[in-house]
């Protein structure tokens, strides 16, 4: 699965070729959560609240970023990196 960003000790990837909705897996400390991209809410796992905090303000910022990199996984093309937040 590839990386697609990395910030504050949180790692963000998305898979080739996968199930909707359309989202993507963040990981931080051995939690994993999966964010769905359209609504920036999480549909399975959790992150600890300061750290999901993180994550959904690093993903408005670059939700239509997440949206070209989703549909390239879907495709099986190179994904895109995604600037960290900063």
């Known amino acids: 699965?590839?990386?697609i960003s990395?910030?504050?000790?949180?790692?963000?990837k998305m898979?080739?070729?996968?199930?909707?909705?359309?989202h993507f897996h963040a990981e931080y400390d051995g939690d994993i959560a999966l964010?769905?991209?359209?609504?920036?809410?999480?549909?399975?796992?959790r992150l600890p609240p300061r750290?999901?905090?993180?994550?959904i303000e690093w993903?408005?910022?670059?939700?239509q970023e997440l949206f070209i990199d989703w549909?390239?996984?879907?495709?099986?093309q190179e994904l895109l990196k995604i600037a960290p937040l900063e």
């Open 71 to 76: 549909d390239r996984a879907r495709a099986q």
């Open 51 to 55: 750290v999901m905090g993180l994550v």
């Open 15 to 22: 898979f080739f070729d996968d199930h909707n909705p359309p």
């Open 6 to 12: 990395h910030f504050l000790g949180i790692v963000i």
């Open 59 to 63: 993903a408005t910022i670059h939700q």
């Open 1 to 3: 699965m590839p990386e």
């Open 35 to 45: 964010i769905d991209i359209r609504n920036l809410s999480v549909f399975s796992g």
